[in-house]
């Protein structure tokens, strides 16, 4: 049973950190390439990695997609797709795809004089499932290595851990000052119980051994 536990538990925690580093802004120091649209089919299961902005795209089997290719300081390439996410979820509301696909326009510069930008981003990037993170916002940085300070994931993930762990202290005191002496009392009922019943036993042993002298 502990490692039927155990093992939910991890489980547990380890799809709720996937779902935090799904969704959480993160930051990307990176050359802008190349922005280009393309046609994505929507009829599968991966539609999940997709923005659903409005009523009429989640009934399309197919749409037009903006995507903003990029390349990292260690020179590997990196593609994000650029789709408002209105009010849906994630919460980013984010309503102005056109003005970023001009941004990330104005932003394409080649190895010779390179424009380094950071670009605010959530999601993830998998060529096997074809899911790309979704730019939410672009700014220029002074160099590859000036990354922003990622400050609202930070308060975010304070605030989760402050919540947890208030939740463990009131748990631990309601454990504490309810539970316990609940359970403390039925284990001295149990306990007084299989005394008398030890005692019942013993003196129909006795019984039946005097009987049979």
């Not at 197919?62 to 990196?78: K, T």
């Not at 408002?84 to 056109?98: E, I, L, V």
């Not at 940085?141 to 994931?153: A, E, F, Q, R, T």
């Not at 002496?181 to 042993?205: F, Q, T």
């Amino acid at each position: 049973m502990g490692y039927i536990k155990w093992g939910f538990l991890i489980t547990v925690w380890l799809l709720f950190g996937a779902f935090l580093h799904y969704t959480l802004p993160q930051y990307d120091v990176v050359r802008i390439v190349n922005t280009y649209e393309e046609r994505q089919e929507l009829n599968d299961w991966t539609r999940m990695f997709w923005s659903t902005p409005d009523t009429q795209s989640t009934e399309q089997s197919n749409r037009d997609v903006q995507f903003i290719q990029a390349v990292r300081p260690d020179g590997s390439a990196i593609v994000y797709r650029n789709e408002d996410t209105g009010w849906n979820w994630p919460p980013y509301f984010k309503f102005d795809t056109a003005n970023l696909y001009t941004e990330a326009n104005d932003a394409i510069s080649n190895k010779a004089a390179p424009e380094w930008v950071a670009v605010l981003h959530y999601g993830w990037r998998n060529e096997f499932l074809s899911a790309f993170p979704n730019a939410v916002g672009i700014k220029p940085v002074s160099g590859p290595d000036d990354k922003p300070l990622n400050w609202v994931s930070i308060l975010i993930l304070v605030l989760i851990a402050a919540l947890f762990w208030a939740i463990y202290v009131r748990w631990r005191r309601f454990r504490r000052n309810r539970l316990d002496p609940m359970i403390d009392d039925v284990e001295d009922s149990l306990y007084a119980a299989g005394d008398a019943i030890s005692e019942r036993r013993s003196r129909l042993r006795r019984w039946f051994g005097g009987g049979n002298k």
